[in-house]
């Protein structure tokens, strides 16, 4: 029976690492988020599926030299290129994302992890092309308050919910708004006794999932005033914000910017994020470029899921 795209490059990744690269089994274990029996077992499933003879043959998309060239360049542990039919589209694209996504998250859990998962239409789309498992021992935890209407499904404790049922796992919802109207009620909301547990428990996750956000007035975030007023939004382009992971706003080089709604908001931090051993950023599109670039600038990612055109143009300019 013929393998899936999908998993014929994953084989041909840990092939590439283990006979190009010279990666031990457990280097390649921690890079991509398996145990060191199971790349054992794909490098024997790549022998026997002819992936590896004398050569390697790479997956249809021809994208796997490009996947290690941005590896190399921005220090990722991992980049997953799909070939989307039109990169303008930003909707199409967020969906054409979502199994890539979806596949990388389901192999970089073993069955004891946390994984701490953000919001909106890309994550959105994962969680609709992940495959029904059984992870009990897996640990689903919202790590920012919701966003938006409750009965929206990119809202943050929906797709918590979502992912927690696709995978039969644990789920640890963060019963909060994602940003308030002023830091003195973020301290009392943050101050409570199961906010405070499940944040805590968000920034000691294994695995985190994180969209990239835009400042664009049909987002969720802007299109009512009510989540980010008017007042925040000239305030973010005062400071020539370029869009937010988790709603933590970056300037073009990746920089963090020191900001008052930072203070609003309910959910982990920036550097909370960057310590999550394995985070997977899920973005593309050409209205995504700068935050995407942004984001790898500034070293919050350690897997990123684009698409193609996206890849390419990151890999044309200086970093």
């Known amino acids: 029976m013929a ?18 690269d010279d990666l031990t089994q457990q280097q390649i274990a ?8 199971k790349v054992s077992r794909l490098l024997q499933r790549a022998r026997d599926e002819k992936v590896v003879t004398f050569t390697l043959f790479p997956p249809p998309s021809g994208m796997a030299d490009l ?18 039919s039109d990169p303008q589209d930003t909707a199409n694209v967020k969906r054409e994302l979502g199994p890539a996504a979806a596949e990388c998250l389901v192999r970089s859990i073993s069955g004891d992890e946390i994984v701490c998962i953000a919001w909106g239409l890309s994550i959105l789309a994962m969680s609709d092309a992940l495959p029904f498992k059984s992870y009990p021992g897996v640990s689903i935890v919202q790590m920012l308050g919701g966003l938006g ?12 919910r979502m992912v927690s049922q696709k995978l039969n796992a644990r789920l640890r919802l963060l019963p909060a708004p994602g940003i308030v109207s002023t830091r003195a009620a973020a301290e009392v909301l943050k ?20 969209g990239l956000g835009v400042l664009q007035p049909d987002t969720i975030l802007l299109r009512d005033g009510m989540i980010i007023t008017p007042g925040d939004l000239e305030t973010l382009k005062a400071a020539q914000a370029v869009g937010d992971v988790a709603l933590r706003y970056l300037d073009a080089y990746g920089n963090p910017l020191d900001m008052e ?3 609003r ?12 051993p394995r985070v997977i950023g899920v973005a593309g599109g050409t209205a995504k470029y700068d935050i995407i670039r942004a984001a790898l600038r500034g070293g919050i990612l350690d897997v990123l899921v684009t698409d193609h055109a996206t890849a390419q143009a990151l890999q044309a300019e200086p970093v």
């Open 3 to 20: 393998i899936s795209r999908e998993y014929h490059r994953l084989l041909y990744r840990i092939a590439q690492s283990y006979y190009i």
């Open 30 to 37: 921690r890079r991509f988020g398996l145990s060191r029996p």
């Open 67 to 84: 996947e290690r060239e941005l590896e190399r360049k921005y220090g990722l542990e991992e980049v997953i290129i799909v070939a989307v």
């Open 149 to 160: 209407p409750v009965d929206e499904l990119e809202h943050s404790a929906e797709l918590t």
């Open 191 to 210: 101050a409570d006794k199961r906010i405070a547990e499940t944040l805590a428990l968000a920034a000691r996750a294994d695995i985190a999932v994180v």
């Open 261 to 263: 709604v930072n203070d």
């Open 265 to 276: 908001v309910v959910g982990l931090t920036l550097e909370q994020i960057k310590a999550i």
